[in-house]
């Protein structure tokens, strides 16, 4: 049985970390797998079946003095964490290793031994080039990047980015991420019980963590200004803030500023697809994205859609054939959200639209050629 290393820097949050779970929950019962994250995260079987291996860089910090038996306790943790990650890249016996997600994750299993290693990219790199800090050069991670086998870019805009920004590496690939069609289906049809659609008002809802990928802040001034023109709408966010960072505080704030009434901040929710189907309009306001899992589930769940363009979008919704393609702005996402608040038709013309476009999304023939592009000798 080949053994298998997934490697990221979160165990549950967003978008890779469900493609995370998926991953492990199809393969557990045909290769040895094993989860590696940043820090240790208590809850991992929560998410994942109970076969699979779970290890750890290290521990987070929980103690108030460093004279505490915690502290004690938390060194000599995070000491044992360090001889053991140590020892992995240098003597593993992993078959596959495959770094989930780019920037620190890939940089930090590059150095590991293995003959079959995947690094997954997520971000388009034309848009927002936020690694170079970690490889200090463009060169240095195009250097890195060729000692994988293959990297998988989640998109064609992310692919082109990469050749752009680093280099053509000989070794990208686009793979779309596998979605679980049948749990996002099923969950969708549970009730909401925690709002009320009221007749006649549109509701956009969005998904994603509160942080600035997300550009809810252009939300907030593009709602503010709909509110102004007399507009009666809302929009619910699911979504938690993040443990780092003051995005969610800046939020806040800019939502007190403005007095937006209309968007509503719910916070995380264990099933965030009943909501996305009750939705006149499934809403992302992305100033980057990889290709958005969100979006398709979205799709999935026969909901129409208004995006920003990102990378992915194109793909997904064409030039504005299966959705609404709105300029990643302010005016943008008040452009796109009165058109369809001005043109109620259009909720039904989009519906037809995207149950048509849902079909390119085949989570068996992702799964396929992902495996084999990983696993076949």
């Not at 967003?14 to 045909?30: I, N, P, T």
């Not at 979605?179 to 996002?184: Q, S």
Request: aromatic share 12%; proline share 3%; glycine share 6%.
């Amino acid at each position: 049985m080949k053994k298998v290393l997934i490697v990221n820097d979160l165990i549950k949050g967003g978008g890779v970390e469900k493609l995370l779970q998926d991953f492990a929950k199809r393969w557990h019962d045909k290769y040895d797998v094993t989860v590696m994250s940043r820090f240790k995260e208590g809850d991992f079987y929560e998410y994942f079946p109970k076969d699979v291996k779970y290890i750890y860089k290290t521990v987070y910090r929980r103690y108030n003095s460093k004279l505490s038996p915690a502290y004690v306790k938390c060194m000599i943790k995070k000491v044992i964490c360090k001889l053991r990650y140590m020892r992995l890249k240098k003597h593993n016996d992993f078959d596959v290793i495959i770094a989930l997600k780019d920037g620190e994750v890939t940089k930090a299993m590059a150095d590991f031994k293995c003959d079959k290693k995947y690094s997954w990219y997520h971000t388009d790199y034309s848009n927002y080039y936020y690694s170079q800090y970690l490889y200090g050069s463009a060169e240095n991670e195009f250097n890195v990047l060729k000692q994988y086998t293959y990297v998988v870019c989640v998109a064609e805009d992310i692919k082109k980015s990469l050749i752009k920004v680093l280099g053509d590496t000989g070794n990208y690939v686009v793979k779309y991420n596998p979605l679980n069609v049948g749990k996002i289906v099923y969950d969708g049809n549970e009730p909401v019980l925690d709002i009320a659609k009221e007749p006649g008002k549109p509701l956009f809802v969005t998904v994603g963590r509160i942080n600035y990928q997300k550009g809810y802040d252009l939300l907030l001034e593009a709602a503010h200004m709909l509110e102004k023109d007399g507009y009666d709408f809302e929009v619910v966010v699911i979504g938690g803030r993040e443990d780092w960072g003051e995005e969610y505080d800046r939020v806040m704030r800019a939502q007190a500023r403005l007095g937006v009434k209309s968007v509503r901040f719910m916070g995380v929710r264990s099933n965030p697809h009943k909501y996305m189907k009750m939705a006149d309009w499934f809403l992302s306001t992305s100033i980057f994205e990889g290709y958005s899992l969100v979006s398709q589930e979205a799709a999935l769940l026969d909901t129409p859609m208004l995006l920003t363009e990102c990378s992915g979008v194109k793909e997904l919704l064409g030039e504005s054939e299966y959705g609404i393609v709105m300029e990643p702005s302010v005016k943008g996402i008040y452009e796109g959200m009165k058109k369809v608040l001005d043109n109620p038709e259009l909720h039904a013309h989009y519906k037809e639209k995207i149950i048509e476009r849902k079909k390119i999304i085949d989570e068996d023939l992702r799964y396929k050629e992902i495996e084999d592009l990983v696993f076949k000798d």
